[in-house]
């Protein structure tokens, strides 16, 4: 029971920080290419967060499971070679769920290859950790990376084309704001959902200081 209780902190660790405290975009800055790039609807946002989603999860769980017999001379050949795998089973999937996806998300699916975020869960954690955490890891960040493309193509899509999910919201006297699908527009959303993150973890982080100095001085 008191081995249950001890591992249940550091689980749910694993998962939180990937979503909130290290989310690989909006705190770690990674991954931005595709984050401008697909993020121009709600739509193609959340197909690239899955397709990275499941791709961090199985390369995670099959490099933790092979850890001990990749030699650490080729180790970052291995990664690379593990998530291809699963990229492409991603590429095939997608193609025949939708070819219209497909052909929006474009060379963005095979880029999932080289992502920085997925090679570098690899390299600091599922390289050195269980295949259960690294699971758990991979399911943190991968919904952190979808948490962060939505975001932005909530934004962009409801200002560049007044519609969400291809349903149109304010009607035909809407005009458009065509720069947010532009990638011009990607970089203005995605500096400010930057600088309304940053806020509020400084408005968390001085609600937390006020917090103790006050349980301080009441003792």
Known sequence: MTSNSSNLPTATDDF????????????????????LAVTNTVRNALAMGLATLFVLIASNAAIAALRKF?????????YILV???????????????SLDVHKALGA???LIVVNCIILGRAEAF????????????????????????????????????????????FGPTYQDWVIMV??????????????????WKKRRAGRSAQTTALAGGAQ
């Not at 795998?85 to 590429?91: K, L, M, N, P, S």
């Open 182 to 199: 532009l990638p011009s527009g990607g970089f203005f959303t995605f500096g400010a959902w930057l600088l309304v993150f940053n806020w």
């Open 108 to 110: 963005f699916i095979a």
């Open 126 to 169: 599922a390289s050195k950790n269980t295949v259960g955490r690294s699971i758990i890891d991979g399911v943190g960040m991968g919904l952190g990376f979808c948490l962060a493309l939505l975001l932005l193509g909530i934004v962009r899509e409801i200002l560049g084309s007044g519609s969400l999910l291809g349903v149109e919201l």
């Open 16 to 35: 939180l920080k990937g979503i909130w405290r290290e989310n690989p975009v909006l705190v770690q800055v990674l991954g931005t290419c595709p984050t």
């Open 83 to 97: 998530i291809a795998t699963f990229v492409t089973i991603v590429d095939y999937a997608i193609q025949a769920i």
């Open 70 to 78: 990749i030699p650490s001379q080729v180790r970052m050949a291995s």
